[in-house]
C-alpha cells in the first residue's frame, strides 16, 4: 500500500513539474483594441483582410452587417445618438480577431477603414491602413473658410440648389467643398450623396460603366437642410483623374422627395483643383 502511495505522489510531482516547465515557454500576447467612431447618419465600413466568420456587438446601440453580396466588409454606425462607449469583436475565417472600442461621434475621422495583417506580430494584430486624419481635417477646415469660389458647376430642382463651390487639394486628397441650398419652405432631408466615375455617353445597348468613390472624410456632415436655409459641406476623397470619356458624377437623393439633383464635374476641372497648405 505504502507503495502504491508513494508512487501516485510522485506522478503528481512529475505533472506538477511537467506543467511549470510547458507554462514558462508560453507567451502570453495582449490584444489591444482599436478605437472607432460612428455615427447615427453615416455608415462606416470596415474591410478585412479575409470573410466575416461572426460579429459581437457590446451593445444594442451599435448596428453591423455584412454588405450584401460581400463577405469581408461590415458596415457599422450607430442605432441612438451620444450612446455610452462600447465595443465589438469580429472573427474572420482565417481564424483572427479583431477587437474595437466603440464611441459616437457627429463626425467620424473615419468612414472607410482597412485592416491590412502585421507580418511581425501575432495573428490577432492589425494595422489601420489610413490616411493622415488630422492633416486632412484642418485642410476640410481650410476648403470650407476659403472664400474664393470657382466657376459653380451646379443643379436646381424645384426651389432646390446643389453646387461644387470649391475644390481643392493637399498631397494625395481631393477636397470637394459642396452647397446644398433649400429656398422652400419644406426640410430637405438627404437619403445619400454619392460620387461615381461613369462613361459621357451611354452607346445604345449597353450598360452604363460606372465606379463609385467612397470619401475618407466628410466635414460639417448633416443629414438634412431645413426650410429657407443653406448648408456647406467638404468631401475629401483619394486623389484621381478620370479619362476623356469619363466624368465624375456627384449624385444627391431626396429622401421620401423627389428633388433629386447631379453635378457633372470634368477632368479639367479637377486638375486645376487649388493648393492647400
Keep these: 500500500m505504502k507503495r502504491n502511495r508513494i508512487g501516485r505522489i510522485l506522478a503528481l510531482l512529475m505533472l506538477v513539474i511537467s506543467g511549470k516547465a510547458f507554462a514558462q515557454n508560453v507567451e502570453l500576447f495582449v490584444i489591444e483594441p482599436f478605437p472607432l467612431e460612428i455615427t447615427y447618419h453615416k455608415t462606416v465600413n470596415l474591410i478585412f483582410p479575409f470573410a466575416i466568420k461572426s460579429v459581437d456587438r457590446g451593445s ?14 461590415l458596415q457599422v ?36 477603414i482597412e485592416l491590412i495583417p502585421d507580418k511581425n506580430k501575432p495573428a490577432s494584430s ?14 476640410s477646415e481650410l476648403a470650407l473658410s476659403d472664400k474664393n469660389k470657382v466657376h459653380r458647376i451646379r443643379d436646381r430642382s424645384d426651389k432646390a440648389r446643389f453646387a461644387l ?11 470637394y467643398r ?20 461613369r462613361d459621357k455617353k451611354r452607346v ?3 450598360a452604363v ?4 468613390i467612397m470619401p475618407v472624410y466628410v466635414h460639417q456632415d448633416t443629414s438634412a437642410v ?13 486623389k484621381f483623374t478620370i479619362p476623356d470619356q469619363k466624368q465624375l458624377t456627384i449624385q444627391l437623393m431626396e429622401k421620401k422627395g423627389g428633388r433629386h439633383m447631379q453635378l457633372q464635374v470634368q477632368n479639367r476641372a479637377i486638375v486645376r483643383a487649388k493648393p492647400l497648405s
Excluded: C, M, W
Design 165 to 175: 463651390s470649391g475644390l481643392y487639394i493637399r498631397e494625395d486628397v481631393i477636397f
Design 60 to 73: 444594442r446601440d451599435v448596428l453591423a452587417q455584412k454588405a450584401k453580396g460581400i463577405e469581408n466588409i
Design 126 to 139: 492589425a494595422l489601420f491602413q489610413q490616411s493622415n486624419q488630422a492633416v486632412i481635417k484642418h485642410s
Design 77 to 112: 454606425k450607430a442605432a441612438n445618438k451620444g450612446f455610452v462607449q462600447t465595443n465589438l469583436t469580429v472573427v474572420t475565417s482565417d481564424g483572427k480577431l479583431y477587437s474595437f472600442v466603440v464611441s459616437y461621434s457627429d463626425e467620424p475621422l473615419q468612414l472607410n
Design 226 to 238: 431645413g426650410a429657407n436655409s443653406f448648408h456647406v459641406f467638404v468631401f475629401a476623397l483619394d
Design 178 to 197: 459642396l452647397q446644398l441650398e433649400n429656398h422652400s419652405n419644406i426640410a430637405y432631408d438627404i437619403e445619400n450623396l454619392r460620387f461615381f466615375i
Design 204 to 206: 445604345k445597348r449597353t
Design 209 to 212: 460603366q460606372e465606379r463609385e
